[in-house]
Nanobody
Framework: QVQLVESGGGLVQPRGSLRLSCAAS????????MRWYRQAPGKERESVAY????????NYADSVKGRFTISRDNAKNTVFLQMNSLKPEDTAVYYC?????????WGQGTQVTVSS
């Protein structure tokens, strides 16, 4: 079955950087677009970044544009989120996501905390 496993979260100071990874298995990764979402306490889950199956197209939420970069390595079945110039408001649980055969597939999430 589809498995998505995020890693790379942690505590970082404002203006710092983190790189999240999501390892995928159970499906033909290179055939599927991927997204990163995040959910802050008391807020709805929101889409942060999108990447097409080939990696040739990406799209970002306005709140992270210019600071975050989504990428993928189809040979390693992994999608990444490079996060630079982090702000306290980026604090959230970050999830990778895909839609496989009509089903929403989520990882367990990785906590990112931006605080001094």
């Amino acid at each position: 079955q589809v498995q998505l496993v995020e890693s790379g979260g942690g505590l970082v100071q404002p203006r710092g950087s983190l790189r999240l990874s999501c390892a995928a298995s159970g499906f033909t990764f290179s055939d599927y677009p991927m997204r990163w979402y995040r959910q802050a306490p008391g807020k709805e889950r929101e889409s942060v970044a999108y990447i097409s199956s080939s990696g040739g197209y990406t799209n970002y939420a306005d709140s992270v544009k210019g600071r975050f970069t989504i990428s993928r390595d189809n040979a390693k079945n992994t999608v990444f989120l490079q996060m630079n110039s982090l702000k306290p408001e980026d604090t959230a649980v970050y999830y990778c996501h895909t839609i496989h055969r009509g089903n929403d597939c989520w990882g367990q999430g990785t906590q990112v905390t931006v605080s001094s």
